[in-house]
């Protein structure tokens, strides 16, 4: 009897920890933390390359993941060779002195300010990290539809010293798939990682202005190349202040002056932003 008492709440704690809620309401618990109306976000990007480094600084001003902003300027001895403003809108991103083109399902800051469950799933979906079926809401017709069987995508995983809801076939030595972490205990976004390989880690995330939960620091991974991005400031902002945000000077967007990693500065911009 006196092991059963002491084997009790470890047990207790197992099963409450095992249980995955429907992705559903994950998602929908995931989209409460993006906040509400118009941020401004201002950051350094920095790229590594062993010992070397090369750092940019963002200027972002979001309405929704639908809608934003972007400065882009260099630092330092950049500062008179970078400096572009793009711009997202409707699924389309315009930078100027390019063609307009789709904005691609590796632009990872969206998912950030997602603020639609329904949005989070057909993200997801589309880009292959869960299957069609998740996020959907069953209908109840009877008592024995509440009964909950758990999502066979959906488990529970150890990220960065906690535990998350990790969405998505579970990687293993010969593959490595995509998927989706969410923090078990606050629900924001911890970890991305799509199809192409390419994933964004979040980490020293906190409470901003209107609901909005934000990482202090995002790091980006593709092949063999890993940018940090360190958060300097969220803002509130308004509807006037995102509608007449605007160029600073002349686009220039001279990765040349960067001879021996404009390639890597290039396809980061190309793909991610």
Known sequence: ?????????????FYSQAYVPPAHFIFEKLAKTSGSGVYQVDQDVTFTFGADSVQLKETWMIESDLSMKLQVTGVKELSDQISFFVSYSDGQRTQSGEASRRITEEFFERYFFIRNSDSWMTSLVNSKVIPASAGFKKSIRSLKDTDYQQESFSRLARIGGSVAYALGAPSHLEKVNPGVWIDQDQFFLRKLRLGTGAEIAAENHSTFVRGLVYPKV??????????????????????????????KTNSRTNFRAVPNHQSTLSEFYRRFR
């Open 1 to 13: 009897m006196k092991l059963i008492a002491l084997l009790l709440p470890l047990l207790v704690t």
């Open 218 to 247: 995002k790091i980006y991974r593709w092949e063999n190349y890993t940018v940090t991005i360190k958060v300097l400031s969220v803002s509130s902002r308004t509807r006037e202040n995102f509608n007449s945000f605007a160029p």
